[in-house]
Nanobody, 115 residues
Framework: QEHFVESGGALKQPGESLRISCVGS????????IAWFRRPLGGGRAVIAQ???????DYIDSVKGRFTVSRDNSRNTVYLQMNNLKLEDTGEYFC?????????WGRGTRVIVSS
């Protein structure tokens, strides 16, 4: 069954950096916009960044300038480089297609930012 596997989550301190990854086994992965979603502990899942097949990216205001999404279509992989982490970046991170077009969800990867 086609699925996503997110990895790379860790416990970090404010101001530190982290890169997380998402691998998709879907045949059409490289032709789809892929988004990173964040679910704060006890909260709902929401898009924070997205990238087109050609590499154009977009971000919500709270992560713009700190996070960078990239992809390697040859590896069916999308990355999220997170710099200058803040306490409010804590949460579970998932990748998927944009809302309304989602494929089955992966298990996510947990990022905790704590001093």
């Amino acid at each position: 069954q086609e699925h996503f596997v997110e990895s790379g989550g860790a416990l970090k301190q404010p101001g530190e950096s982290l890169r997380i990854s998402c691998v998709g086994s879907h045949e059409a992965f490289d032709s789809k916009n892929i988004a990173w979603f964040r679910r704060p502990l006890g909260g709902g899942r929401a898009v924070i960044a997205q990238i087109t097949p050609g590499g154009f990216d977009d971000y919500i205001d709270s992560v713009k300038g700190r996070f960078t999404v990239s992809r390697d279509n040859s590896r069916n992989t999308v990355y999220l480089q997170m710099n200058n982490l803040k306490l409010e970046d804590t949460g579970e991170y998932f990748c998927n297609r944009l809302p309304g077009y989602e494929w089955p969800w992966g298990r996510g990867t947990r990022v905790i930012v704590s001093s």
